[in-house]
């Protein structure tokens, strides 16, 4: 290699997904510091936290379509009858919005070393998350009870449509805390690991509050 | 060369026959996998569209495989309901953008793979299964669906009394359609992450070869479109199974039967398709584009002309491409304003394509032109592109669609720029990539013989439908001899018809080309074209990890040809300053 040409861009490429780093980095270690890659060694991490930035961009669109398709045929009027909300959803959402805060609290500990609390807040998240997903299906059975089925009535039948698609989303993001926190990865940093993760989570607990909101206005 | 570390471990390449070429995480091989899907698909397309063309001109005629020998007008539904999905989803969609982006973009931004690999293998073999799923319709009770690849409701939503082979049939259809979504989702990820995250040293992103940069915007509409149609075919499958009514009015008569559906709106699946749809045909277009630029400049010996108005008119058909959508349905009784919105937009995503023609005008304007199959098929994509786009600006006049829409005009237009000329772009990508896939060249007499018999007769048979829709005639229809009007056509549908058998006679030279020249073609250098983009700096065959850990450092754009004062009218991207050959 002819030493050091000087290639204008070369900052504007290592910069080009999000801060610019000098490529010096050995990169992808441990702590928290899973960008600095740099282009030499370890497997770039940066990539991780790209993939699942652009995969909530593909979820974000599915529920969009969904929920446009709400709008739009609550909008024809006519035969759109509002359900009663299953009281216990209430109780879940705030189940979910505390999941986010242990997960939070979780990667604090984790940045900070502490692996000991870093685990047993991330089991605490993962376990609020099969509360959450519990209590979805009380709901449902809260909502067969009270006679608002499938295909009872639209608003119904987006009711079901609207929790069981982000149910299953959750159920990927409760794989993927159980993966992190207790799985062996092979090419992607813990730290790495708990960023997505929590990227997922936050994302899927804010998309949660919109769909709550949608259906308690909505319906 | 110049070269700094791998930015990923790279791979041991695996042993093992079905490790290597079955269950492969390469791109390249996943790439060749996609293609050959991709061929496979389009085999069995075209024996569909011989069999109802033939069907249409010839009623009588004995086809083998039907009952009686006699095409039904079901069976003719199915027939182009069949064609249709296969070529729009399985061929267009999959091969310039899942085949040929996997095997080169790697490649081509000095990257040792995908940044997903498991993930590229699991988007292949999900479309595969999709592939499989279509195709299984074909032998269930009632047979494939007859709703065309449009799909429209409320007819795709009921089920059964809506015709033979809208049971299971359809099921079956929306099911490979979803899995098809999926499929598409992760490779789009995949595109992203690798052209945001892995490209080499040096390789911004104005220095992207216009390849990348057409596979990049693609991925970009794949993952904002096929979300959407994934939840659009969701709601129909709960339609179908659950009886929920998204899709289905109240009380719908169907042949004498009412349905106990409520209020839903077969409007609402139409916005939700062509809200995919219409982003899904540029999908189909734009790594058309990228490859079409790339081989022109190489074979004019010319820079791209307009480098950067060619990434930025990429670009801004890719953000309107999801504001046009409405164009499909001026006849659903939109609001006239709303008509008139989407025609504006429609008339506006003419500009940046104008751009790009006269782009490719200019980079032709004044080249030592080199006629290869490769920059002939790049040529003919130009003049299909033109033909096909003009005719769309038409149908966006919404008084004038009222009367073209569902008319043959229709199949012409997205015939020529969607069909043809995507055709005509993997036609170039094949001749022009050939050598570094395969290590041999194709033959290029037969490529030429090839080439004009297609570029012929696509004209022959596409040209001639303008005519039909203007005479009114109907496109799905299955005779055009029960209606009156459309009787005095028939010669012009006779010629279409030859013109078909005649254009497909002449792939079996492509087939022949391909498949002998794998093993007998003459042996081909590293770089035959003397082109300057990374996927000519390997070896042929390219390694396993690609650079097998030798990873290029990028000094200059992608298309730096007849340069003055360099002795040789190409340089790569990779030649350090000091290694460019002076001339004299
Ligand atoms: C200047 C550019 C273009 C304009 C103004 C345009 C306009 C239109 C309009 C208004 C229609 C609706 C016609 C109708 O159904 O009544 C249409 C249909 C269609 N266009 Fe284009 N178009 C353009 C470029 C393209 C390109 C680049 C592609 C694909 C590569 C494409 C593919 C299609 C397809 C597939 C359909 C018909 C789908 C169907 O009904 O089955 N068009 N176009
Ligand atoms: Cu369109």
Known sequence: MPPHVTVTDELEILGAHGGAKPPAGSGGGGGDDSRSSGSSGAFPQRIYVTGITIAMGAIFMFFMALVSAFIVRKGLGGDWFPFTMPRILWLDTAILLASSGTLIHARRLFKRGDRQGFRHWWAVTTLLGLLFLIGQLVAWRQMVAAGFYLASNASNSFFYVLTAAHGLHLLGGIAALLFVGWGRLRKMTLATGTEIVSYYWHFLDGLWVFLFLLLLLGR | MSAHASPIHHSEAPKGWIRHY????????????????????????????????????????????????????????????????????????????????????????GAPDMAFPTLNMLSFWTTLLALLVLLSSAFVPGGSAIGGWTAY?????????????????????????????????????????????????????????????????????????????????????????????????????????????????????????????????????????????????TFSRKPVFGYKAMVYSLTAIGFLSFAVWGHHMFISGMNPYSALAFSIITLVIGVPSAIKTFNWLGTLWGGKIHFTTAMLFAIGFVSLFVTGGLSGIFLAQPALDLYLHATYYVIGHFHLIMG????????????????????????EGLGKLHFWITFIGVYCIFMPMHYLGYAGDARRYSSIESVNYMIPLHPVHFFIT???????????????????????????????????????????????????????????????????????????????????????
């Open chain 2, 22 to 109: 079955i269950f492969s995480f390469d791109h390249k091989i996943i790439g060749t996998q996609y293609i050959l899907l991709g061929l496979s698909a389009v085999t069995i397309g075209l024996i569909l569209s011989l069999i109802f063309r033939t069907h249409l001109v010839w009623p009588d005629a004995h086809i083998w495989g039907f009952a009686n020998g006699i095409v039904s007008p079901e069976d003719y539904l199915r027939l182009i309901t069949m064609h249709g999905t296969l070529m729009v989803f399985f061929v267009l969609t999959t091969v310039p953008q899942s085949g040929f982006g996997n095997y080169f973009l790697p490649i081509q931004i």
């Open chain 2, 153 to 297: 409701a409320p007819l795709s939503a009921v089920g059964q009394i809506a015709g033979p082979g809208q049971g299971l049939g359809e099921t079956l259809w929306v099911v490979s359609i979803a899995l098809f979504c999926g499929g598409s989702l992760m490779s789009a990820i995949n595109f992203l992450g690798t052209t945001i995250d892995l490209r080499t040293k040096g390789l911004s992103l104005m220095r992207m070869p216009l390849t990348v940069w057409g596979w990049f915007i693609t991925a970009c509409l794949a993952l904002l479109a096929f979300g959407v149609l994934l939840a659009a075919c969701i709601l129909l499958l709960l339609d179908r199974l659950a009886q929920t009514s998204f899709f289905i009015p109240g009380n719908l008569d169907v042949s004498g039967v009412v349905l106990h559906h409520s209020g839903g709106s077969p409007l609402l699946w139409q916005h939700l398709f062509w809200f995919f749809g219409h982003p899904e045909v540029y999908i189909a277009i734009l790594p058309a584009m990228g490859i079409i630029s790339h081989v022109l400049s």
């Open chain 2, 420 to 443: 043809v000329a995507a055709i005509f772009a993997m036609f170039a990508a094949t001749y022009y990539w050939f050598p570094k896939m395969f290590g041999r060249m194709m033959n």
């Open chain 2, 498 to 584: 030859i013109s078909a058998f005649v254009t497909a006679g002449a792939q079996l030279i492509f087939y022949f080309n391909f498949f002998w020249s794998m093993g007998h073609g003459k042996p081909a250098e590293r770089n035959p074209w003397h082109a300057t983009t990374l996927e000519w700096a390997v070896s042929t065959p390219v390694p396993h990890d690609n650079f097998a850990g030798d990873y290029p450092v990028i000094y200059r754009g992608p298309y730096e040809y007849s340069v003055p004062g360099a002795a040789d009218d190409y340089i790569p991207q990779h030649l350090a300053p000091e290694q460019v050959a002076k001339a004299g």
